[in-house]
């Protein structure tokens, strides 16, 4: 458990520097058991995730090591291909293996990733786009054992633009002698790294970012170094926090271009911000403003995993704002967080509707990793003292020293670690 104290309605004002992207780091780490030999990571954020993902690789006979933030994988004596049960459940996307493994083994065993806090999130896309690439796939209870039967050109189509299920065709693909035509993928900048990283290994990947992918693939992958992108996701919850308490902010090494639908609802709430290369600039006025219509889509949309913490905006500003989810069922698990914290939050469906008002300080819970940081903005915003009991050390999980960082330009957060 580790519970955060907030002493809100502070300011923040200074300088921060974004972390490395946890989506882009956690599937460069499964490409790096493609190699023969070692992969070297640059700007891997130190978090829970990363930490749990190579645990899984050096269960799997990878030997890893880290420095500050780079991180290098030796796949050299990859020695297994099952993925321990205890270890997949630690985290989701550790989906992205079975790919990998399939790639640099042939065979690969996880054990489904089954429901999280935010929804079901199904594995059948992945699957079907296995089984079109010559993959047989065996299920028993949460069991599954994949094992390529035909090494073969192959053009498959997702129904949905899936994240994971682009990255574990991309992974898989990279391995094969074989060309592989992806319909329908996602556009997310993760995929862009994953395939920058790929082709560095010695694959030759294009169209990268748009909906058709191609691969062609080799059966000899080398190691190679690439420095992971900037988080978008945790650079837009720094401005949030600036945002929320009426602060100023300026974040550097933000590939500001991936930002573009946080920082319009930003402009939206009333913030000035003003960007160049490499940086953003934010002043937020006294009191933000409703942001009117918000829809998560896949991207360029808006990110789903910034639903949470614009809601908090939402909640605080003055004005309503309307929250649509379209990714996932069940992600408005902070709102009855909120709703003990004086917000007026009704939802019906996949709609939020919010009415922004003052919040005050109050006793809530982090349920996930987005909702957590909702919630801790959400004492940044509000009048008085806030306690947010974190049981499953969620919001670790993905932002790295976020208490530090924000006490660094004003906040007042108190972190207590209980085992
Ligand atoms: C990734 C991100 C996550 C982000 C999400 C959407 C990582 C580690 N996680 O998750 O932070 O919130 O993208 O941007 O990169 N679906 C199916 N069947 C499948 C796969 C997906 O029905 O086989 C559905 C999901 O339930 C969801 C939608 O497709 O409704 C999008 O999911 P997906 O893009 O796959 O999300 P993840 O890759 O799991």
């Known amino acids: 458990m580790t519970i955060y104290e907030i002493?809100?309605?502070?300011?923040m004002a200074g300088e921060l520097t974004a972390q490395g992207a946890k989506n882009s780091a956690l599937v460069l780490l499964s490409a790096a058991l493609l190699a023969k030999d070692v992969t070297v990571l640059k700007n891997c954020p130190e978090i829970r995730d990363v930490a749990a993902q190579l645990e899984i690789l050096q269960s799997l006979g990878c030997v890893c090591s880290r420095e500050g933030s780079t991180v290098a994988v030796d796949a050299t004596g990859v020695s297994s291909t099952e993925v321990p049960q205890e270890l997949m459940r630690q985290m989701r996307s550790s989906v992205t293996l079975l790919g990998a493994l399939l790639g640099r083994c042939g065979t690969g065993s996880i054990h489904t990733p089954g429901g999280c806090a935010i929804g079901a999130r199904p594995i059948d896309y992945h699957l079907q786009a296995f089984a079109d690439m010559g993959v047989v796939i065996?299920?028993?209870?949460?069991?599954?054992?994949?094992?390529?039967?035909?090494?073969?050109?192959s053009i498959v189509m997702l129904p949905f633009p899936s994240v994971g299920a682009t990255e574990n065709v991309m992974l898989l693909a990279a391995r094969l002698p074989c060309t592989t035509v992806l319909s329908g993928a996602a556009r997310e900048p993760e995929i862009v790294d994953l395939a920058k990283l790929l082709n560095q290994m010695g694959a030759v990947v294009m169209g990268a970012g748009t909906d058709t992918v191609t691969v062609r693939g080799s059966n000899c992958l080398n190691g190679a170094q690439h420095t992971v992108l900037p988080d978008r996701i945790a650079a837009a919850t720094d401005l949030c926090a600036a945002a929320v308490t009426g602060?100023?902010?300026?974040?550097?090494?933000?590939?500001?271009?991936?930002m573009g639908a946080a920082i319009e609802a930003l402009i939206r709430s009333g913030c000035e911000i003003r960007s160049e290369e490499g940086a953003v600039f934010l002043?937020?006025?006294?009191?933000?403003s409703g942001m009117g219509i918000l829809r998560t889509m896949p991207y360029p949309g808006f990110p789903t995993d910034l639903q949470a913490p614009f809601v908090t905006l939402a909640a605080t500003a003055e004005g309503d704002s309307v929250m649509v989810e379209n990714m996932f069922e069940n992600r408005y698990q902070h709102v009855p967080q909120l709703h003990r914290m004086g917000a007026d939050i009704s939802v019906s469906g996949r709609v939020a509707l919010v009415r922004g008002r003052p919040l005050h300080g109050g006793q809530v819970e982090a349920e996930d990793l987005r909702g957590g940081a909702a919630l801790l903005l959400a004492g940044l915003g509000a009048e008085g003292n806030t306690k947010v009991h974190d049981a499953q050390h969620c919001i670790e999980r993905g932002y790295e020293r976020i208490t530090e960082r924000w006490n660094s330009i004003g906040a007042s957060i108190r972190v207590q670690s209980l085992a």
């Open 7 to 11: 002493e809100g309605g502070k300011p």
């Open 138 to 153: 065996e299920k028993e209870g949460d069991h599954l054992s994949a094992a390529m039967r035909q090494r073969k050109d």
């Open 247 to 258: 602060g100023s902010l300026t974040l550097r090494s933000v590939a500001v271009r991936h």
């Open 283 to 288: 002043k937020a006025p006294k009191r933000l």
